[in-house]
């Protein structure tokens, strides 16, 4: 049962390179989400979707992108990246928003950007 | 806008004590409250889900507590063993925010 998977684990970009980090959930969750983590300041969200065709930004979503391409994939693209976006990236999906069940979490893609 | 608290920023306490972590949120107007562990270098995992309506929920050693009125939960885990070491999180769904708001964490150490 692999849950959430997130492509790649670790990658390191050069400032103004663009890339996309991937997202693929099998348990038929509606919601899915984009988390950064940075050392003492928790997770913040970044992008949201409540459901498949739909996005919505979250508190820190200045220099990324995202689309829900279909009910399993959700993924994140910095058009242009910048040394304030070096940071661990973590996809989770849910059943619901604010709903009785937890959200689960992939392994994370840890980005650094020089 | 919600906030939440977490302190100690770190606790260690030798194997089999009985400890207790704390949370705090600035705003009642709440979904739900969620306890998580997360391992170095790993994601969450989910421990615990309270919803607004719950005072308590309960899973093995663990349980947590919730008091919407004062802003708090805890999370208690009894007879501590060294595998319990993880960084613990809490989080809350709020009405008045469209995200799940964290607290920074507890880094747990438990010695053998």
Not at chain 2, 27 to 53: E, H, M
Request: charged share 20%.
């Amino acid at each position: 049962n692999a849950g959430v998977t997130q492509t790649p684990k670790f990658q390191v970009l050069k400032t103004g390179q663009s890339m996309t980090l991937q997202c693929a959930q099998d348990m038929n969750h509606n919601s899915m989400y984009w988390y950064r983590q940075d050392p003492g300041m928790g997770l913040r969200l970044i992008y949201y979707s409540a459901s498949e065709g739909t996005t919505d930004k979250g508190e820190v979503p200045n220099g990324y992108n995202v689309s829900r391409l279909n009910k399993r994939e959700f993924s994140l693209r910095l058009e242009s990246a910048a040394p304030s976006q070096t940071s661990v990236y973590f996809c989770a999906s849910s059943e619901a928003r604010r709903g009785s069940q937890p959200q689960h979490f992939g392994d994370g893609t840890r980005l650094s950007i020089l | 806008k919600q906030e939440v608290t977490q302190i100690p920023a770190a606790l260690s306490v030798p194997e089999g004590e009985n400890l207790v972590l704390n949370c705090s949120f600035t705003d009642s107007a709440i979904y739900n409250l969620q306890w998580f562990r997360q391992d170095p270098g790993k994601g969450l995992t989910s421990l615990l889900l309270i919803q607004s309506s719950q005072r308590e929920q309960t899973s093995g050693r663990l349980n947590a507590s919730l008091d919407k009125s004062s802003g708090r939960s805890t999370l208690y885990i009894a007879a501590s063993q060294p595998g319990d070491s993880a960084t613990y999180l809490c989080a809350v769904e709020s009405y008045n925010n469209n995200d799940m708001r964290f607290g920074a964490g507890t880094r747990l150490t438990v010695k053998p």
